[in-house]
């Protein structure tokens, strides 16, 4: 079946540095994926999203990347800022679910050492 | 535009209990989906409703169901709680069934003694 799963479950970085959150994912036909970003009593909020048909897409200090060989994503944080002390979550949609039918992985907590 | 709404923020229930969840929508959204979040399954998608009609459902056992009413607002039941019910329900909208972005609410922390 579908699996979403993330390499690292903690991440931390020094304020100003890059951040590079990593993601996996088993379904080699699915062709829609986003990143979420959940703070403490919040819900998920959307960051970026990505097509199968892309390699890249760049958002505000946020760039994603897709590698369709390997099945991997990977979230890019520019400068990053106390503010972006959350986690992080990659979600995929395998063709043919309804784009509500999102497989989340287990998440990412990115700590920011000022 | 006020976001998405989810009453109440937290609850506590026994094991046997029912609960009733409560969502509402971005003004002009019609699609609501329903997701559990736990800290060793991550999130996962229970159902989602379009104009009061279920149009998608998840790998959960019947006794979580749900609903929409015409103004879009949705409710959703557990009955028969189980300690590993204990989790943050999350409800999402969008415009519609086959729109992207979807917006979260804040959640409900239920736990079950």
């Known amino acids: 079946g579908e699996s979403v799963g993330l390499h690292l479950p903690t991440l931390s970085v020094q304020e100003g540095d890059n951040s590079i959150i990593n993601c996996a994912y088993s379904?080699?036909?699915?062709?829609?994926f986003i990143w979420y970003k959940q703070e403490s009593g919040k819900g998920p909020q959307f960051i970026i999203d990505i097509r199968s048909n892309m390699d890249k897409r760049q958002g505000q200090r946020v760039t994603v990347l897709l590698n369709k060989t390997v099945k991997h994503l990977s979230l890019q944080i520019a400068a990053t800022q106390p503010g972006d002390s959350a986690v992080y979550f990659c979600?995929?949609?395998?063709?043919?679910?309804?784009?509500?039918?999102?497989?989340f992985g287990t998440g990412t907590r990115l700590t920011v050492i000022p | 535009k006020a976001g998405v709404t989810q009453t109440p923020r937290y609850l506590i229930k026994t094991r046997g209990q029912q609960v009733t969840l409560s969502c509402s929508p971005i003004?002009?959204?019609?699609?609501v989906s329903w997701y559990q979040q736990t800290p060793g399954q991550g999130l996962q998608f229970l159902f989602e409703y379009f104009s009061e009609t279920q149009r998608n459902k998840g790998n959960f056992p019947g006794r979580f169901s749900g609903r929409q009413f015409s103004n879009s607002r949705s409710e959703m039941n557990v009955s028969t709680l189980e300690l590993g019910d204990s989790a943050l329900y999350l409800c999402?909208?969008?415009?519609?069934?086959?729109?992207?972005?979807?917006?979260f609410g804040p959640g409900t922390r239920l736990t079950v003694l």
């Open positions: 999402a909208s969008r415009i519609n069934s086959g729109s992207d972005e979807q917006f």
């Open positions: 979600a995929e949609i395998p063709p043919r679910t309804g784009a509500n039918n999102l497989f």
């Open positions: 003004s002009g959204h019609r699609s």
């Open positions: 379904n080699s036909a699915s062709d829609y």
